[in-house]
């Protein structure tokens, strides 16, 4: 086992990726057994098993460290939860010290302002815990294997009647429907299944340092929607994809990068974030009496989206085991609708999950740099938040551009994409932001069959891969293909490059959230729009059938 960490460590100072799937393959014949189970805040307890290797060196024991500190990570970041109980079936000295190390490792008793690293997941927890009226997450360490049992819920409804439901429902009244990202909002009015009008409003909340510029530009956005209905006509319902944890129509998390510039900013964090937890009772404020706002993820909306639009098709039969579902956008979004097609309250942070133990190279740079695996939000290298999405796409530009491709290299600055600034990469973001047409840039190139974009497509392939071995590990979801949505999935070309990268590590399927998922009468004529497509507003649609579900008897 120590020569093949050792091959590991040498990959990884190359700046070669090493997944945690990987490793958790390398390491099933290992000496050590941990039996791991949360109790989550809605009650429902889940199970895993951790096997390590006893370490042979001080290599090792780093390694192994670091390998045992992510997968608990990870497993809290997606499920937080009252208490993690941890049973050691078999292990030595070294394994006991781990455990011995976890309240300090993930700073249990630490205020939620000075946590950082491993510790930044029981933030969103301790936050969803308080919202259910639950104690702060604690650890519990016992000696011997655990009791297995799971509380997953039985599957109780039938999906596809549900979700042709909330389209009839959709048929008999007036909704708005948002979807909330890291570069824009895009809205939807509808009256009686009929589109009155789309929106879009760029932004960059990761910069604004007052919740109030974020609730003021939300509501903006929904006078300028409501304003097309006319003055005599209020919305019955708005639903909301809003990229961050949201547990019963409430934002709860407050450690992603949209809300960073506000923590940096705030002497008070938790009573400045505080204002974005009653921002379902502001837009509520827009509707007609007895109107509803019914709010969830964003990622958790996408697979929503999918799963109405083949509940209302021929293809009604793919939802009978779920929707997993992604965004490629600022960041990575992750949704799942389960097999009784409900959104589950809990996971909460997917996309916070470590997937690479390697690429020690792009840990050196500090986390808005544009060659960095660093997380801009807990410091932690690897996680799914720095690869699937637009930061990977640009970092993946400039190691390849450079290294391959002199000309395309240089193109980048010349276009204004990238400022250098005290020694680092950075995207432009002003006097003009430059995210959006940096990556569609790296598309174009994609599209026109430049080799070195079109290795950057497959190499995102790949982290999708990866990000589906994890999810497995995690969720063990029924279904077996991923939706994917955003900016991404506008080239045909991007997304066959990604499924023949993933399909490098794994057999799995990418479908594409764009027309081929349009059969509701509001997608429908979505995909009918000359000035937009589902690609792009997909999932504004899908939000207005989330605001009808709750109107539903």
Known sequence: MTKMIKNFIERAKRGESIYISEIRDAFISGEALIECAVETATDETHHWTIQLPHARCYQDREFIRDYFYSNIFNIISTFGGKRMIIGIVNGNDHIQELFASLNDVFQVGVPRPDRSGYGKCLNVTDRVNAAMGCKPFRFEIIKGGLNKSSSRPEKQKDAVSVFRQTVLTAGKAVLIGLDIGGSDIKAVGTINNRIITLKEYDWNPAAMTKVEQITDAVNMVVKEVCAAFGEAVLPDGIGVGYPDVVIMDRIVGGETLKTRGIRLASPDYEGEFAGLYDLNELLLSHCKPGGVVSMTNDGFLAAYTAAVELANSDRSGEIADGILAHTLGTELGTGWINESGEIPQIPLEIYACVIDMGNYPAREFEPFDLRSTINFNNDLAGTMQKYACQSGAYRLALEYFKEDAKDEYHELWRKGFIEEKDGGLYVKISPEDMRKPFLTHIMS??????????????????????????????????????????????????????????????????????????????????????????AQFGQAVGAVHFAAAKLQP
């Open 445 to 534: 190139l994609a599209d026109r069959g430049q080799p070195q974009a079109e290795r950057i497509f497959r190499e995102i392939g790949k982290y999708l891969a990866a990000t589906w071995r994890e999810t497995e590990f995690l969720l063990s979801p029924k279904v077996r293909q991923r939706i994917i949505y955003g900016r991404f999935v506008k080239s045909l070309k991007c997304l066959k490059l990604m499924q023949e990268g993933a399909r490098e590590i794994l057999e799995i399927t990418l479908k594409a959230g764009d027309d081929s998922l349009a059969f509701t009468p509001l997608m429908q004529e979505l995909k009918d729009n000359r000035a937009y497509t589902v």
